[in-house]
C-alpha cells in the first residue's frame, strides 16, 4: 500500500441549539431528519418530508430508557417542554464529516458507533441523520448531523442537565476528546477498507498547517445552496476550499520534495562509504558494470564495417570492455586496502565474478 496522507476534508463540532437564537430543537430535529414533526409548543409543524439529500436516519436511547425516547416527536417535544428558561440550551448538535470513499453502509456504522458513544458517555437520547452532498456542491460531502439533549435520560423520562460540555475549563477539553472518538471511529473504518488516508482531530493550527477558514451556512443558506442559488455565505466557503486546495496541493509536493531529498542522501551516503564487506565490494563492482554490458548488448543491432573488419558497435564494446576492465581493477585494488588495513594484514580474497563480458 502506499504511504499514509491526512486527509484535509476532517471536520468534527459541537454547537448548542439555544432558545436565545429563537429556535425550536423540534424544527432543528424535523430539517435535518427529513421528517414531518408536530411542535406542541408553539403549535406548529415543521414538514421536511420531501427535502432531498438524507441518507439515513435513526434514533438512540439508553437501554433502560421509555420507549418514547426512541421516536423523535415525543423525544424532542420532551427535550423542549423539559426546559423553562428563555435562553435555555435545549440540545447540542455535532457536525461530523464522513469519508465518500467509504461504502454507505460503512458510513452509516461510523455514525451509529459514534452516536452510541454519546449514549454511553453522557446517557442522553441521539438523533442522527447523514446527509449526501448538494448537487452544486462538493461530492464528496458526506456528513452526520448528531442531536443529543442536554439532560440525561433516566427510565421515568428528561432528568439532570450534563454540564460537562458547559463548563469553561471542561467544555473545551471535552469538545477535544469528542473529536479525537470520532476520528479514532472513522480512522479503524479506513484501515478496514484499505484506504491510504487518515484523519487528524487536531486543528490545522495545533498542527501547524495554515488554512483559510469557512463558515456555518446555516438552514436558509443550505436549502439556497441546494436550490442552485448561490449565497454570500457559500461564496466564502468557495473561495477558501479554492485557495486550501492550492496550500493542500503545495504542501504534497513538499513532502515529495522531502522525501526525494532523504533518498538522494541516503543513495550519496552509501555510494561515499566503503564496502561494508567484501560481498558488498563485489555488488558494487557488479552494479557499477552493468551499465557498460547493456550498451554493449542493446546498441549492436546496426552492423557498420569499415577497413578493420569489426562494426562500430564491436569497437565501442572493446573500448567498454577495457574501461571496464580498468575500473574494477582499481576498485578491486581500493577495497584489498581497505580490508588489510581493517583486518590486521589478514587479507580477504576478492575475486571478481567471472561473468559473461567481464574479462579477467
Not at 430508557?65 to 440540545?91: I, Q, Y
Not at 477558514?213 to 461564496?235: C, F, I, V, Y
Not at 569497437?315 to 582499481?330: Q, V
Request: charge should be negative; glycine fraction near 4%; charged fraction near 30%.
Amino acid at each position: 500500500m502506499s504511504a499514509i496522507s491526512t486527509a484535509s476534508w476532517y471536520h468534527c463540532s459541537v454547537k448548542p441549539v439555544s432558545r436565545s437564537a429563537d429556535r425550536s430543537v423540534v424544527a432543528a430535529a424535523a430539517y435535518r431528519l427529513g421528517e414531518r414533526l408536530h411542535d406542541e409548543l408553539y403549535q406548529a409543524v415543521h414538514d421536511y418530508t420531501r427535502r432531498r439529500g438524507v441518507e439515513f436516519t435513526f434514533t438512540l436511547a439508553p437501554v433502560d430508557a421509555p420507549p418514547w425516547a426512541h421516536e423523535p416527536e415525543a423525544l424532542w417535544n420532551a427535550a423542549e417542554r423539559a426546559e423553562t428558561r428563555k435562553n435555555s440550551t435545549l440540545a447540542r448538535e455535532v457536525e461530523l464529516a464522513l469519508p465518500s470513499l467509504l461504502e454507505p453502509a460503512d458510513r452509516q456504522r461510523i455514525a451509529e458507533q459514534f452516536a452510541a458513544a454519546l449514549v454511553e458517555r453522557y446517557n442522553v437520547a441521539v438523533s442522527v441523520a447523514i446527509h449526501d452532498p448538494s448537487k452544486h456542491g462538493d461530492d464528496r460531502n458526506y456528513h452526520a448531523h448528531i442531536l443529543f439533549t442536554t439532560r440525561e435520560m433516566t427510565p421515568e423520562g428528561l432528568g439532570k442537565k450534563t454540564r460537562v460540555l458547559d463548563d469553561r475549563k471542561t467544555g473545551p477539553q471535552e469538545v477535544t476528546k469528542l473529536r479525537e472518538l470520532a476520528a479514532d471511529i472513522i480512522n479503524q473504518h479506513l484501515a478496514a477498507a484499505n484506504a491510504d488516508i487518515r484523519v487528524d482531530h487536531r486543528s490545522f493550527k495545533n498542527r501547524g498547517i495554515e488554512r483559510e477558514p469557512t463558515t456555518h451556512l446555516g438552514p436558509a443558506a443550505t436549502e439556497m445552496e441546494r436550490r442552485g442559488e448561490q449565497t454570500e455565505r457559500g461564496e466564502i466557503n468557495r473561495q477558501a476550499a479554492e485557495v486550501n486546495h492550492e496550500v493542500a496541493q503545495n504542501e504534497s509536493l513538499l513532502a515529495e520534495r522531502h522525501r526525494l531529498d532523504k533518498a538522494i542522501e541516503a543513495e550519496r551516503e552509501r555510494i561515499s562509504s566503503p564496502p561494508a564487506d567484501p560481498e558488498d565490494a563485489l555488488e558494487r563492482m557488479r552494479e557499477a558494470a552493468e551499465p557498460f554490458r547493456e550498451a554493449i548488448e542493446t546498441r549492436g543491432a546496426v552492423p557498420n564495417i569499415e577497413s578493420d573488419g569489426l562494426t562500430w558497435w564491436q569497437r565501442l564494446g572493446m573500448r567498454l570492455a577495457e574501461k571496464t576492465r580498468a575500473f574494477a581493477m582499481a576498485l578491486a585494488e581500493k577495497v584489498r586496502s581497505y580490508w588489510q588495513s581493517r583486518e590486521q594484514g589478514r587479507s580477504p580474497q576478492l575475486e571478481p565474478d567471472n561473468e559473461k563480458g567481464m574479462d579477467r
